[in-house]
């Protein structure tokens, strides 16, 4: 599976003393603690913390945290879908990609569900920090996902330079709350005007259009933006079901009950032994907007 080849690729590079990668690259004034310590600042926002994945290092730990927990919330949102069973061939364009765990979790729902169905991908991101990570993407040996692309480019340069002809799956995967931790949540509403006449505009008439957003459960990081995207399709002329979704992971307030509650929060992923070091999470707890054109 492409989340084991990923998050082992990530291990050996993060534990092994022949690479000696090491902490020089980043940016972060104060001296390095952990990498642990360094993503809590970059996800919570941390006043003069940091507040980008900068660093090899971090991005290796990140991975090993995080992508059992993403990969799984974005199954879970898969399996939800009644439109997505009616596309042959997935065409996915994520903003923002990073290690890809939409990807994985792509690979895993056609695995259960069609393996006959196959899977391209275009991943969209600014950080080419990442590149190691997406060109093992690209040697992985499948036969569900064919084609892997990447670009390194700002979004809102890209879609302003490119139109996307041949998408039929949108995903923004913690993107909102970036715009937030980042201090550009105004650019958002420009940001789905770019998606919109840049991606959506150019679907294929006689098949689903499915946009998949999953972000931080919390009305100050951004979530509350979600909807804005289907007023957005409402006064393009794009039509079609909106559901939202939520995980129920230590919620601190009613405000986090965002639509239907997942049966479960359990990741959907074994992980692997030895990954303790990295304290992955074990649970989602994520707010999701499912968004189903047709």
């Known amino acids: 599976m492409l989340i084991n080849e990923i998050t082992g690729y990530c291990d050996d590079q993060y534990s092994s003393i022949n690479t000696k990668i090491k902490c020089d690259d980043c940016t972060k004034t104060k001296g390095c603690t952990s990498c642990k310590d360094c993503l ?21 730990f990140y991975v090993c945290d995080y992508s059992f927990k993403y990969a799984s919330e974005i199954l879970y949102l898969l399996r939800q879908s009644q439109k997505i069973k009616e596309i042959s061939t997935y065409h996915i364009t994520s903003i923002g990609c990073g290690a890809c765990p939409d990807l994985m979790a792509f690979e895993s729902y056609v695995n259960e569900t069609d393996p006959s169905k196959a899977i391209s991908y275009l991943g969209i991101d600014i950080n080419e920090l990442w590149k190691p990570i997406h060109n093992k993407i690209k040697e992985y040996d499948s036969k569900i996902i064919y084609k892997t692309r990447f670009r390194y ?24 709350s970036h715009f937030y931790n980042t201090g550009k949540i105004g650019q958002l509403d420009t940001f789905f005007d770019e998606l919109i006449h840049g991606i959506v505009k150019h679907k294929n008439n006689d098949m689903p259009f499915i946009v998949i957003i999953n972000d ?79």
């Open 40 to 60: 809590t600042e970059i996800h919570y926002n941390i006043p003069g913390g940091k507040n980008d994945y900068d660093c090899k290092n971090l991005i290796n």
């Open 153 to 176: 480019d700002d979004a809102f340069k890209y879609l302003d330079q490119m139109i996307i002809k041949d998408a039929n799956v949108l995903i923004l995967q913690y993107i909102i």
């Open 216 to 294: 931080v459960n919390s009305n100050n990081r951004g979530r509350d933006y979600f909807l804005e995207l289907r007023t957005k399709l409402k006064e393009a002329d794009f039509h079609g079901c909106a559901t939202q979704y939520y995980f129920d992971y230590n919620l601190k307030s009613e405000h986090q009950r965002y639509g239907i509650c997942h049966k479960s929060n359990d990741i959907l992923y074994e992980i692997p032994f030895g990954f303790d070091k990295y304290e992955p999470w074990e649970h989602c707890s994520s707010a999701q907007l499912l968004l189903e054109i047709y």
